[in-house]
């Protein structure tokens, strides 16, 4: 622990110093850091996916420095300082987990979601929704909504409920897409994707990191694709669909035996 503390207290001195010294720290302002902070928390992300232990670790260091820095800048003004962020965090937890710092009995994961979000509520909270991001991406967005509401007991009670209702609003798309209603298409795919995103909760898939995963893998196999027509002097744009399928064919096999 002392050495923990000593790497902290190290990272608070360097953070200091270079607030006071360095040009470009000295005008760094929460504003400045915000799209910054953004791009850290998407290389994590990357590298989470990744399963890059190290470079994790590296990305981790750069959000803490974030924290760190706005904490710093914060003090200047005397709003809040590092102490105050952390201070703040640990009673949180602490009045959050009453079943570990209070006399709560709770049986499951989920009567510890409900007891948070009922005792967010508490706190002053005016909805259970209130704490889902508005900038969220989307689909992430969808996945914490449904989340928030599950916490407090308002979900489906099994998946094949679930699964049904995802026919459901597959029918109805098709329905508007026979009707050619272009408002109305657009609102029941959405519908689609919620509950697309609600059937991944309930078989314990993340539909973002999914999704990303189904990304990435596509566009490795395309690469192998183009570098594939390259090789014989072909291009994409001169060759049909039926000649690409070809090569996508080849590009998958090799692909899959990256994996082996």
């Known amino acids: 622990m002392k050495n923990k503390i000593k790497s902290f207290e190290r990272l608070l001195i360097?953070?200091?110093?270079?607030?006071?010294?360095?040009?470009?720290?000295?005008?760094q302002t929460m504003e400045s850091l915000r799209y910054l902070t953004i791009e850290e928390m998407y290389?994590?992300?990357?590298?989470?996916?990744?399963?890059?232990?190290e470079e994790i670790k590296k990305e981790l260091g750069d959000l803490l420095?974030?924290?760190?820095?706005?904490?710093?800048?914060?003090?200047?003004?005397?709003?809040?300082?590092?102490?105050?962020?952390?201070?703040?965090?640990?009673?949180?937890?602490?009045?959050?987990?009453?079943?570990?710092?209070?006399?709560?009995?709770?049986?499951?994961?989920?009567?510890?979601?409900?007891?948070?979000?009922?005792?967010?509520?508490?706190?002053?909270?005016?909805?259970?929704?209130?704490?889902?991001?508005?900038?969220?991406?989307?689909?992430?967005?969808?996945?914490?909504?449904?989340?928030?509401?599950?916490?407090?007991?308002?979900d489906w009670d099994n998946t094949e409920q679930v699964w049904d209702k995802v026919l459901e609003e597959i029918d109805e798309l098709k329905e508007e897409i026979d009707k050619n209603d272009t408002d109305r298409i657009e609102a029941e795919f959405g519908d689609v994707l919620f509950a697309l995103t609600n059937y991944a909760r309930f078989i314990g898939v993340n539909p973002e990191d999914a999704l990303e995963r189904t990304n990435r893998r596509f566009v490795k196999r395309f690469q192998i694709m183009e570098q594939k027509i390259t090789a014989v002097n072909k291009s994409l744009s001169?060759?049909?669909?039926?000649?690409?399928?070809?090569?996508?064919?080849?590009a998958k096999k090799e692909y899959l035996s990256t994996l082996n």
């Open 14 to 27: 360097i953070m200091n110093e270079l607030r006071e010294q360095c040009p470009w720290d000295k005008k």
């Open 43 to 53: 290389e994590l992300s990357d590298a989470i996916l990744e399963k890059d232990t």
């Open 65 to 154: 420095l974030h924290i760190v820095f706005y904490s710093r800048i914060a003090s200047e003004t005397n709003d809040f300082d590092i102490a105050d962020v952390i201070e703040n965090i640990c009673e949180k937890l602490i009045h959050r987990h009453p079943h570990i710092y209070g006399d709560v009995k709770v049986k499951d994961e989920q009567e510890v979601k409900r007891n948070w979000e009922s005792l967010k509520l508490k706190e002053g909270k005016k909805s259970v929704l209130e704490g889902v991001p508005k900038s969220l991406p989307a689909l992430v967005k969808s996945y914490r909504i449904q989340e928030k509401v599950s916490g407090i007991g308002f």
């Open 238 to 250: 001169e060759m049909s669909l039926e000649q690409m399928d070809v090569y996508w064919e080849m």
